[in-house]
């Protein structure tokens, strides 16, 4: 579980012009042009697998093309440590918490182990999400503004974790939230950022069609037929039992198939568990395929959500849904549940179409499937959507306010 960070391809700003236009690149330098050289330390608790880490593998780049010193730390520890922090994840999103009173000193020895481990001295320090919350304990008498990035949706949370976490929490300058309705009331200030994608990633950036029929032949998929598609790592709150269950009832009136891809995160380790139950809902169904991706697969997942007539995210919980945003970006009709972050992307009927359960989601499939003309309307409209609020130079331009916002706080 120490994979390093991985960065890809080093961008160009200017490489945004074509999709974003002169005038907004203009203003990322602008903002950066106070901060150049000051140093910002992310750290997060995986380096692939996940929408933290893939937003971090392309901001992290961007950031550092404009100028700022960024470095990337990802912390470690064993498996008791990440099946403590899974726990944490699931009760912070409404769940119980059933894990022995003595998980909690686990959890901070880790998180100490960690702080003897990192270097922790940069101008702005970014903690991302739970698990490395205790870092704050670094934070000495030196300057540095720290912040607390929280991906996940903490409006209805388990309170003997949440009574745990909450004071670490408090000790950070600030704390950035996906949105308005995950937030909890705390004493510190508190930021809205969207999460967002990268239109240039591999995971995002145009492919030529030779090449996604290339990917659909090698996994056999029919391309003829129409393909319904969930990525998503195997996880329980992603539901991809319950998205066997309505392609059960919509092939009953389509002929479709239907793609359930996703891989494992470093730090989840429930994933092998889930991918079982999900292989033995599909039955024999030669149509339903199963794909155990590696991290390494951002093209393949970009080809298959292209390749995809209708784009699912069944989740019951959802922190953002990152994955719904890569497949708005692509002009794909999305049907996905009405949770977490998911609504603030799919406005019903105009970008997409919202469900709550399984007959729901089938529902709405079975919809679009019949109406080619609106799947593609609300595929534009997504699109549409997507460029004005979700990428990832807007990230970078909170981002940097934020930052030029804390220094003029302390008059630096
Ligand atoms: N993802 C991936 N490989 C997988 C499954 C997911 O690269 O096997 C990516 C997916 O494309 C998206 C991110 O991981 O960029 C998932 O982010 P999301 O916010 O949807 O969910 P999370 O996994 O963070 O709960």
């Known amino acids: 579980m120490t994979a390093a960070p991985r960065v890809t391809r080093l961008l160009r700003l200017d490489d945004y012009i074509p999709v974003l236009g002169a005038a907004e690149v203009s203003e990322l330098r602008a903002l950066a042009g ?11 608790s995986t380096s692939v697998g996940g929408g933290v880490a893939e937003i971090l593998s392309r ?36 769940g119980p918490y059933d894990m022995p009173p003595q998980s909690f000193e686990i959890f901070l020895a880790y998180n100490e182990q960690n702080r ?37 949706d903490l409006s209805r949370p388990n309170t003997t974790v949440w009574g745990f976490l909450e004071p670490y929490v408090q000790r950070y300058d600030g704390a950035i939230f996906s949105s308005p309705e995950f937030s909890r009331q705390l004493s510190i200030p508190q930021y809205l950022f969207y999460p967002c994608i990268d239109p240039l990633s591999e995971k995002n950036r145009e492919l030529e069609p030779e090449y996604i029929a290339g990917i659909l032949e090698g996994f056999g998929i029919d391309p003829k ?34 793609v359930l891809a996703g891989g494992g995160a470093a730090d989840d380790p429930e994933g092998g568990r ?6 033995q809902a599909a039955q024999d169904d030669s149509d339903v395929h199963v794909l155990d991706l590696p991290p390494w697969s951002a093209l393949e997942i970009n080809a ?32 996905a549940s009405a949770v977490g972050g998911i ?52 990230s970078a331009r909170r981002y940097l306010t934020l930052f030029l916002h804390l220094l003029d706080g302390r008059g630096a």
């Open 304 to 335: 298959l959500q292209r390749a995809s007539t209708i784009v699912i995210q069944k989740s019951l919980r959802e922190g953002f849904g990152l994955t719904v945003t890569e497949a708005l970006w692509k002009k794909r009709p999305v049907v």
């Open 116 to 152: 003897a481990r990192l270097q922790l001295e940069a101008e702005f320090t970014v903690i991302h999400d739970p698990q490395p919350v205790a870092l704050i304990n670094a934070r000495g008498n030196h300057a540095g503004n720290w912040i607390w990035r929280c991906h996940i």
């Open 34 to 44: 106070r901060l150049q050289g000051r140093t910002v330390e992310m750290v997060n």
């Open 274 to 279: 889930v991918l079982e139950e999900v292989r």
């Open 343 to 394: 609504p603030t992307q799919v406005i019903h009927k105009h970008t997409g179409m919202l469900s709550h359960s399984v007959e729901g989601c089938a529902y709405q499939i079975r919809f679009l499937l019949s109406n080619p003309a609106i799947a593609e309307r609300l595929g534009e409209q997504g699109h549409q959507h997507v460029r004005e609020h979700f990428l990832i130079t807007s």
């Open 225 to 258: 037929r129409p393909v319904l598609t969930q990525i998503s790592r195997f996880d329980r709150l992603k539901d991809p039992v319950g998205v066997v269950r309505a392609y059960q009832i919509v092939k009953r009136y389509f002929d479709c198939q239907l």
């Open 59 to 94: 901001l992290v780049p961007l950031l550092e093309e404009l100028g700022v010193a960024v470095r990337w730390d990802v912390i470690t520890g064993g498996n008791d440590f990440f099946e403590i922090t899974k726990a944490f994840h699931n009760a912070l999103h409404g």
